[in-house]
């Protein structure tokens, strides 16, 4: 990070010191452009789910179906996180995203999408998020230093309500040019920017030893974090 920098430039910085690491820009430029295409795909999902089925239930049971494996699955993720690559798990799970992306997107383009086979693919990208997220918080202890953390998550949290706004928007207008099966293409397609950030990154990642026994590393897990009283 050599170099003299603008004045502005200077004053960002040392408003948002996260953006001083150069890992740290590559994903959370990546990380918007990802964001916003999940969003763009929910909404569409519900959108076609309504538009099938005619259903309010339908639409909340496949939102349940997305949700419930990060719901119970992210404990048994977090034993995974500590015994391997946090950027090689983020390699797997953003790719697995993008290709069932892309597959539903398809799908729906050749017509022959019913709503059973929405709710599959909506499982299945929940249980892809349900090793993703625990992976990606974890890894801003590899691209910022600690007493930039805040910093970080807080930069973060603002991206993610930005997606939130600017995702939904984008899904009004690729629905109505592209299509729904469009609309999922392009967030397959926006997973390239993760993947392309995670390899271009200059990382000294350390695998630590862990429990070889998972259930106990839950158990020990859920007890820290009872007894812990900020956390509980």
């Known amino acids: 990070e050599s170099g003299e920098r603008p004045g502005w430039t200077r004053h960002f910085m040392g408003a948002f010191p996260a953006l001083k690491h150069r890992n740290y820009r590559l994903y959370a430029m990546s990380n918007v452009v990802s ?24 639409v909340g049971f496949v939102s349940a179906l997305y949700f419930i494996p990060i719901l119970f699955f992210s404990l048994f993720a977090g034993v995974l996180i500590d015994k ?42 929940g249980c892809a998020n349900a090793l993703d997220m625990p992976a990606r918080q974890t890894f801003m202890l590899l691209i910022v230093r600690r007493e930039d ?35 999922f293409v392009i967030n397959g397609l926006s997973f390239i920017a993760v993947l392309f950030a995670l390899y271009s990154m200059r990382l000294n990642e350390v695998i630590h030893s862990t429990h070889p026994n998972p259930w106990r590393a839950i158990k020990e897990g859920l007890s820290a974090s009872f007894h812990h009283p900020v956390i509980r």
């Not at 295409?37 to 309504?50: D, I, K, R, S």
């Open 149 to 183: 953390l805040s910093s970080a998550i807080s930069l973060n949290s603002g991206s993610f309500n930005a997606a939130r706004i600017i995702g939904p928007s984008m899904a009004g207008i690729a629905i109505a040019q592209l299509g729904i099966g469009g609309a």
């Open 84 to 125: 391997y690559s946090k950027r090689r798990i983020l390699y797997i799970t953003q790719s697995s995203q993008a290709i069932l992306a892309l597959l539903l997107g398809v799908l729906v383009l050749m017509g022959s999408v019913q709503a059973v086979h929405i709710a599959v693919f909506a499982f299945l990208l």
């Open 35 to 58: 964001q916003v295409g999940t969003w763009l795909q929910n909404v569409a999902q519900g959108y076609m789910v309504y538009g099938i089925t005619r259903s309010a239930f339908w």
